[in-house]
């Protein structure tokens, strides 16, 4: 399954399958940028980052992708699982530490 | 570590009421983060500071709101008064600045604090 940038924020994905969840981030200046995933009740959860010198960098499951052309970002999960559902965030760093959140998007892993 | 501890979880208040935030970040970490979630504007940063001393507070959305940092392990959200348009979860995150003789930007959450304002 794949979502398009903040107008679709909602993903639907069979569980086994591999989940793309994509960013278009707004400063062509920004840096850094983090994904996040939120559960119900709780903060948001560290995933994996990128520096913009960076086009790709992969982590356990996941990987992101930095294409600084277009500004936009992806994290792609392999294998989705159950425990995968969640909110995803991406955030991008362009002033000291301040981390600019995008709109989220919601995950939902079918059985 | 226990993370990043926040209280109360819940807080149920009437307008014009004052309310205290509280959170306790992870110990060693030099920022500190405090944050507004609601449905129609997403996470929004509203203050952060490093060392103790507050280095950018333009999210702050008016006086009623004021933060606080008297120590390195401890920091203050205050409203007064309180209104139904600050009903939301505020977040305080930490981070370290640092991994090593790297600078990393990765920031550590609580589990937030839900207000309601009636």
């Known amino acids: 399954g794949e979502s398009v940038g903040l107008h679709l924020p909602t993903l639907s994905v069979q569980e086994g399958d591999n989940s793309i969840i994509n960013c278009a981030y707004s400063?062509?200046?920004?840096?850094?940028f983090i994904w996040y995933k939120q559960e119900s009740g709780k903060g948001p959860q560290f995933i994996i980052d990128?520096?913009?010198?960076?086009d790709k960098r992969q982590g356990q499951r996941v990987t992101v992708l930095l294409n600084k052309t277009v500004k936009h970002l992806s994290l792609q999960i392999a294998a989705t699982q159950p425990g995968d559902s969640a909110v995803y965030f991406c955030?991008?760093?362009?002033?000291?530490?301040?981390?600019?959140f995008g709109a989220g998007t919601t995950v939902t892993v079918r059985a | 570590d226990a993370g990043v501890i926040q209280s109360p979880r819940h807080e149920v208040t009437e307008m014009g009421q004052e309310v205290t935030l509280r959170c306790k970040p992870i110990?060693?970490?030099?920022?500190l983060f405090w944050y507004r979630q609601t449905m129609m504007r997403g996470l929004e940063l509203l203050i952060y500071f490093n060392n103790n001393v507050p280095i950018d507070d333009s999210g702050m959305p008016e006086d009623r709101f004021s933060a606080k940092m008297p120590n390195a392990s401890f920091s203050t959200l205050k409203i007064q008064p309180s209104e139904p348009r600050d009903s939301a979860v505020y977040f305080c995150?930490?981070?370290?600045?640092?991994?090593?003789?790297?600078?990393?930007?990765?920031?550590?959450f609580g589990p937030g604090t839900r207000l309601t304002v009636t």
């Open positions: 955030a991008e760093i362009f002033n000291d530490y301040k981390l600019s």
């Open positions: 400063n062509s200046a920004s840096d850094y």
């Open positions: 990128i520096r913009s010198n960076m």
């Open positions: 110990s060693g970490h030099d920022y």
């Open positions: 995150a930490s981070s370290s600045g640092t991994e090593g003789t790297r600078v990393t930007y990765e920031q550590y």
